[in-house]
């Protein structure tokens, strides 16, 4: 019973993490539905401007980034954590055990994509560019001041491709007013 009560635990944990992610992923989201949207056909929901929310504490530039990243990284680390918990637990039941070796793979394919969409939207030219992956939502930052439709579509090819979500659920934005 004590066993079972800890795996509850653990499970609430890894909801409210996963239950911040969700926030942090929906506060980028309206940001970037604030946002000019481009449509030419292609590019249905794909928002950019020249403005970037900085509401979320992160500044501006290079240091966006950076810190963008230890952030995204210290999440994933505490829900990994919380899900290997849950996977190394003897008690934990089969049930819980699958659906948390489930998360732990969607995790690690989340942060795959975002790692390779990250370089080959600077292999196209960018300085840099952070992503966010969740099946149903990709929001891209580049390091730029603006971007062109040419450029949107280019950084939207190398989404939906590695993704395989439609232009729909993706939202592009240059870092830098």
Sequence with gaps: MKNKKKTIGVMIVVAALLAGAILLNIKLNKSSQTQNSVDDGENVGTTYSNKVDNSLGYGVGADYFASFRTTRESTRDKEIEYLNAIIHNESTDAETLADAQKQLLEIVDCMEKELTIENLIKAKGFADAA???????????????????????QILDIVTRETGEPAAN?????SKK
């Design 170 to 174: 993706i939202k592009i934005s240059p």
């Design 131 to 153: 992503v966010t992956f969740h099946y149903g939502s990709v929001n891209v930052v580049v390091d730029c001041t603006e971007l062109t439709n040419e450029q949107v579509a």
